[in-house]
């Protein structure tokens, strides 16, 4: 049994026992368990909190304001450009994606010499997974720059790359012995 035909046998067991009237929200209701779940409690969550003033380092002792934490918002001289500034940036950067996304897939389209090399250069990001990335030593460069101490690293023949054991054994242009 293929698995199209576990799923169509699945679906049709399910829906014996639903109404004919719900019956058509069952294929989206993993789909909406997972949203509610996942974006609109926190959402109702951070709206609720918003009404509290609440220490991070106590979150159980919460005091209710009321809108007491909007007018603040509001009344501050900043917010205005704060949000100017906000809109330029997600316009900005929407309509920079869209247009690269069509313009990337309209030239990947076309019949055009190391299209197929393109294509392959597309997929990375889709095909090499986040751990290695890491392991290639990307996160090494980041984890000494974020580090208090500012020196470059000299490998030399060691070929770990952790950022742990970056910032132990990196001391100043040569890993340390200890």
């Known amino acids: 049994m293929s698995y199209v035909d576990h799923a169509q046998s699945s679906y049709e067991n399910v829906s014996k026992h639903v109404p004919e009237s719900l019956r058509v929200y069952l294929p989206i ?41 909007y007018v603040e918002i509001w009344t501050d001289p900043d917010i205005h450009q704060v949000l100017w500034n ?28 190391y299209t197929s090399v393109a294509s392959a250069i597309v997929l990375i990001p889709w095909v090499l997974p986040a751990s290695s990335a890491r392991r290639s030593g990307s996160s090494c460069s980041a984890a000494l720059r974020a580090s208090s101490t500012n020196c470059s690293c000299n490998w030399g023949s060691s070929t770990s790359t952790s950022s742990c054991w970056a910032r132990r054994n990196c001391r100043c242009g040569r890993p340390s012995s200890g």
Do not use: C, H, R
């Open 29 to 69: 209701l993993p789909v909406m368990t997972l949203v509610g779940v996942f974006i609109l409690y926190p959402i109702a969550q951070a709206i609720y909190s918003s009404f509290f003033a609440k220490s991070l380092l106590q979150p159980d002792q919460a005091e209710f304001v009321g809108l007491a934490n």
């Open 86 to 113: 906000t809109a330029i940036w997600v316009s900005v950067g929407s309509l920079a994606a869209i247009v690269l996304g069509f313009l990337m897939g309209w030239l990947l389209d076309e019949k055009l010499p």
